[in-house]
Nanobody, 126 residues
Framework: QAQLVESGGGLVQAGGSLRLSCAVS????????KGWFRQAPGKEREFVAAINWSGFSTYYADSVKGRFTISRDNAKNTVYLQMNSLKPEDTAVYYC???????????????????WGKGTLVTVSS
């Protein structure tokens, strides 16, 4: 059974930083694209960032480009999301995900992603 477990969420002031981690277990995901989505209260879930299996291809939503950085460590089966210059509008539950789709496909509307974590809450205060 595949399992994706997020950690690192919490409360931070605007302008601050957080690093989210996602540990993957239960099967080999080293060849999968991994990424992050988020869902703010009362809004639909939206794409944040994705990284391909090698780590050489990354893709970001325009709203986080230049502020967030996604990375992965295949030896540890872990993917990270470094979030800097956080804004109140970044407040959301952040979900880790894994799928074979290319990174650019992750930003398409209604994209079907195969594996999901349960999410970690990030709250940015003004």
């Amino acid at each position: 059974q595949a399992q994706l477990v997020e950690s690192g969420g919490g409360l931070v002031q605007a302008g601050g930083s957080l690093r989210l981690s996602c540990a993957v277990s239960g099967r080999t995901f080293s060849m999968y694209t991994k990424g992050w989505f988020r869902q703010a209260p009362g809004k639909e879930r939206e794409f944040v960032a994705a990284i391909n299996w090698s780590g050489f291809s990354t893709y970001y939503a325009d709203s986080v480009k230049g502020r967030f950085t996604i990375s992965r460590d295949n030896a540890k089966n872990t993917v990270y999301l470094q979030m800097n210059s956080l804004k109140p509008e970044d407040t959301a539950v952040y979900y880790c995900a894994a799928d074979v789709k290319a990174t650019t496909a992750w930003g398409l509307p209604s994209v079907g992603i195969q594996y999901w974590g349960k999410g970690t809450l990030v709250t940015v205060s003004s």
